[in-house]
């Protein structure tokens, strides 16, 4: 049981395209999703937490207008990086509660720009 | 301070042997507690969550918790290669995120 699925799994574009990421819970309903980035050798950094329904709420530091998140669903959540540049090249990695229940991740995604 | 601290390691451990893994925290008012697995390349797995004082068994795995130390540590016993990953130790104020340590890497040795 809790199976998180992300897609893609790995994304290479060039500087200026936006990539979404999708984000579903396959066996249950997540009140909540949360979105990670991780960069070579350090630990994962929240970006920001989704409710179903509700406005993502950011981490300080993370600009809401360049990484857009829509939780459409209870199985759905999107990461959509707009007008990505080298610098937005990460592992971003999302998660997926069912309150109270642990977080689980899905596999990530590798995504590389030129 | 960092709110969750780990020893970045790497911590070196015989085969067979028992892995110990430690984690403290900042946050007296944290509730849950968890240590997730993570392979290279790969993303975090759960594999314990602890909410109470004292431990908690799974296979080969212990999570023991001490909230009065502010310290929440992993056992792994009978080592095996395959364990050999980062551990990360994730804690909850009961608000719904969760902050990560830095990762122990450890590392089984044939």
């Known amino acids: 049981g809790a199976v998180v699925s992300q897609h893609p799994s790995w994304v290479i574009c060039k500087s200026g395209t936006s990539v979404k990421i999708e984000c579903r819970s396959l066996d249950f309903q997540a009140t909540t999703m949360f979105w990670y980035r991780q960069f070579p050798k350090q630990s994962l950094m929240l970006m920001a937490t989704?409710?179903?329904?509700?406005?993502?709420?950011?981490e300080q530091g993370v600009e809401k207008d360049k990484f857009l998140i829509n939780h459409a669903s209870l199985t759905l959540s999107t990461l959509t990086v707009t007008s990505a540049h080298p610098e937005d090249s990460s592992f971003y990695i999302c998660s997926a509660r069912d309150a109270p229940l642990p977080q689980h991740f899905g596999d990530g995604t590798r995504l590389s720009i030129l | 301070q960092k709110e969750v601290e780990q020893n970045s390691g790497p911590l070196s451990v015989p085969e067979g042997a028992i892995a110990s893994l430690n984690c403290t925290y900042s946050?007296?008012?944290?509730?849950?507690f968890f240590w997730y697995r993570q392979y290279s390349g790969k993303s975090p797995e759960l594999i314990m969550s602890i909410y109470s004082n004292g431990d908690k068994e799974d296979g080969r795995f212990t999570a023991q918790l001490n909230k009065a130390s502010q310290y929440v540590s992993l056992l792994i016993r009978d080592s095996q290669p395959s364990d050999s990953a980062t551990y990360l130790c994730a804690v909850s104020q009961g608000a719904q995120k969760l902050v990560f340590g830095q990762g122990t890497r450890l590392t089984i040795n044939p």
């Open positions: 946050d007296r008012v944290s509730q849950s």
């Open positions: 989704s409710n179903e329904g509700s406005k993502a709420t950011y």
